[in-house]
C-alpha cells in the first residue's frame, strides 16, 4: 500500500514539474516571438476564455470520477480511514 502511495506521489511530482517546464519554455518562447506588444496582449486575453473552459472541465470531470469512488469506500469501509493516506 505505502509503496503504491509512494509511487502515485513521484508520478503526479514528475507530472506537475514536467507541466511547469513545458509552461516556462512555452512563455519564453512566446515572449521571444511576441514580446510585450499589443498582439501578444490580444492573444493572451483571447486565449483566457478558452483555458478557462477547458479547467473547468478538467475539474468537472474529476470531481464526477472522485466522489463516487470516495462516496462507495466510505459505504463499505471504515468512515475514519477514508480520510487517512496510509
Given at each position: 500500500?505505502?509503496k503504491?502511495i509512494i509511487?502515485?506521489?513521484?508520478f503526479?511530482?514528475?507530472?506537475?514539474f514536467?507541466a511547469k517546464?513545458?509552461?516556462?519554455v512555452?512563455?519564453?518562447i512566446?515572449?521571444?516571438?511576441?514580446?510585450?506588444?499589443?498582439?501578444a496582449?490580444a492573444?493572451?486575453?483571447?486565449?483566457?476564455i478558452p483555458?478557462?473552459?477547458l479547467?473547468m472541465?478538467?475539474?468537472?470531470?474529476?470531481s464526477?470520477?472522485?466522489?463516487p469512488?470516495?462516496?462507495?469506500?466510505?459505504?463499505?469501509?471504515?468512515?475514519?480511514?477514508?480520510y487517512?493516506v496510509?
Amino acid at each position: 500500500m505505502k509503496k503504491n502511495i509512494i509511487k502515485n506521489f513521484i508520478f503526479m511530482f514528475c507530472a506537475i514539474f514536467l507541466a511547469k517546464i513545458l509552461g516556462l519554455v512555452r512563455s519564453m518562447i512566446f515572449a521571444n516571438l511576441y514580446g510585450t506588444g499589443a498582439a501578444a496582449q490580444a492573444f493572451q486575453t483571447a486565449s483566457k476564455i478558452p483555458l478557462q473552459l477547458l479547467d473547468m472541465s478538467l475539474g468537472a470531470a474529476i470531481s464526477s470520477a472522485f466522489i463516487p469512488i470516495f462516496n462507495e469506500f466510505l459505504q463499505k469501509k471504515r468512515k475514519k480511514g477514508s480520510y487517512t493516506v496510509c
